[in-house]
């Protein structure tokens, strides 16, 4: 160890300056995300360099039509971006919520009711604390994201029931703390370990859009690799080559396929794949029938508040709503539409 020790150390500080020049690979779930990125872009450009490297009568095609490669291309382009656009994006945390009330109150304007504290030690984001003060001052009044949090829910509920563990925030209905950001989540509906963040109220939609573009993409890659394939003057090590090749694109074919609907149906019915998979967990869902969607308002109005950036804050529905909701299907319902 001490004839190592010499050697070490000299590595040991440069690796660590370079960490510090580098903030984004100092933290290791932010590596790890880095690099599941660049993973996804190099198998992206993998299957579409084989294409280009074996088969000749694919350039030749090319030239020939270059319209068709022109569009595929531009497909291409705008996925890789769609999926950074949606990597970067924010999902709507409710640190951010909290601002934006409390700018709009007249009671931001008191520093002792609208006081800015660490949200925990893991992350250096920033919380309002929501009722200001120490722990010895006595107990004043909620704040303006209390009595908004308050008026979601049911009246009698008390506000330390609704208050994060680990953020000390209010949570509005359909909020979760995710232990990966160490945030509270607006409408929370997954952690996505491929994009590095997780999805929730504010980019929805933009991974919807992303991962439609990327079953398209599949689908269209795939159709290539066949038309590649049924041309059987060709050595066995490039069709083996893109066998296994066409073997990984149906997998990631269906998955993204199965996906894509998935979240079609979540987003017509206004729900999220937390709430679909803990419906039992969440205490306000538990008496609930199964085929009741509680925030439904309509496929209509479901795609407007998504595709719109209608960001309001659902409150949890009264007996008289739910009673409505669950009341069976009739045919002049049918004819109304009702579903819309």
């Not at 990631?252 to 979240?263: D, E």
């Not at 308002?297 to 479901?302: A, E, F, L, T, Y």
Request: hydrophobic share 40%.
């Amino acid at each position: 160890m001490g004839v190592c020790c010499p050697f070490l150390q000299p590595w040991d500080r440069a690796r660590d300056q370079f960490l510090i020049n580098l903030p984004c690979l100092s933290d290791p779930v932010r590596r790890s995300s880095l690099l599941l990125k660049l993973a996804l872009v190099v198998l992206h450009l993998v299957f579409i360099g084989f294409l280009f490297l074996f088969d000749a009568d694919f350039i030749e095609k090319t030239k020939r039509d270059p319209w068709y490669m022109g569009c595929y291309l531009l497909l291409f382009s705008a996925t890789l971006l769609q999926y950074f656009v949606t990597s970067g994006s924010s999902p709507g945390y409710v640190v951010d919520a909290m601002r934006d009330v409390c700018e709009t109150s007249a009671m931001y304007r008191n520093p002792l009711a609208c006081s800015i504290q660490h949200a925990s030690r893991k992350s250096e984001s920033v919380v309002v604390n929501v009722e200001g003060g120490s722990a010895s001052c006595p107990r004043r009044a909620p704040t303006p994201w209390g009595k908004l949090v308050l008026d979601l829910y049911p009246p009698g509920t008390s506000i330390r029931n609704l208050t994060c563990g680990y953020c000390h925030v209010e949570q509005p209905p359909r909020t979760k703390h995710c232990h990966d950001c160490d945030r509270c989540v607006l409408q929370f509906d997954h952690h996505c370990v491929w994009l590095g963040t997780c999805i929730g109220q504010k980019n929805h939609c933009k991974f919807w859009w992303y991962i439609c573009e990327e079953t398209t993409l599949c689908i269209w890659t795939l159709i290539m690799y066949v038309d590649y394939l049924s041309d059987v003057a060709k050595p066995w090590w490039k069709n083996a080559i893109i066998i296994l090749l066409l073997v990984i694109l149906a997998i990631s074919l269906i998955f993204v396929l199965l996906l894509l609907i998935f979240h079609s149906y979540l987003i017509l019915t206004n729900q999220s794949t937390y709430e679909l998979v803990r419906r039992r967990r969440i205490p306000y869902m538990r008496n609930i029938p199964e085929r009741v969607h509680p925030f439904s308002r309509g496929i209509r109005r479901n795609l407007y508040n998504v595709c719109c950036g209608n960001y309001n804050l659902d409150s949890l529905p009264t007996a008289f709503e739910l009673e409505d909701r669950s009341r069976p299907y009739t045919c002049i319902d049918m004819l109304k539409c009702r579903c819309c």
